[in-house]
């Protein structure tokens, strides 16, 4: 998480010998943003965690698999598909699945037509929670971030939140991207 040069030593615009290109340090304003970024962002998962915790019982990325199958076509979805929306592992989504089977609020199905695939399905019961717990979880988002910001803050730092998701997308074949693995 480092990411002002060493103490004691000065950034380098190149390396004087050839080798591997001397890191760009940020700048004290840049270390100030990435700092405010990665302060900010923590604050606020862990605020919609426990709000869901709280309220539901689960944590935030459960919630958004829930919603996820609750917005799809007949409430389902391929797991790799929800997988790669969620931007987790395989691994971690079954695991995160078993919970939500456990507490009835998903189901997997077997696809047809492939023998390996599985859908997970969202059922009454999940639609239920999502029923009860959405109000608090809207409030709890409204109070932590749009309510704190000027329609303009929002509109930018909505732009500014697509550049970064848009620049960290991988469009090309064979990306390290956590659904694959």
Request: contains cysteine.
């Amino acid at each position: 998480m480092n990411t002002a040069p060493p103490s004691g030593s000065a950034p380098t615009s190149a390396p004087e010998q050839p080798g591997p290109a001397a890191p760009r340090w940020l700048t004290a304003d840049e270390q100030r943003v990435w700092r405010a970024y990665l302060h900010a962002t923590t604050l606020l998962e862990d605020h919609l965690d426990r709000q869901l915790q709280r309220d539901a019982g689960m944590p935030h990325i459960y919630y958004g698999l829930l919603v996820k199958l609750a917005e799809s076509p007949r409430r389902r979805l391929r797991m790799t598909e929800l997988a790669m929306h969620a931007k987790i592992t395989r691994s971690r989504l079954s695991h995160a699945v078993a919970r939500l089977e456990k507490n009835g609020w998903v189901r997997r199905e077997d696809c047809p037509s492939d023998k390996r695939g599985q859908f997970a399905v969202l059922t009454e019961e999940g639609r239920e929670v999502m029923r009860r717990t959405a109000p608090g979880h809207v409030d709890a988002v409204r109070q932590a971030l749009f309510d704190r910001l000027t329609p303009e803050q929002q509109k930018s730092l909505g732009e500014i939140m697509q550049i970064v998701a848009e620049g960290l997308q991988p469009n090309e074949a064979g990306a390290d991207l956590p659904w694959l693995r």
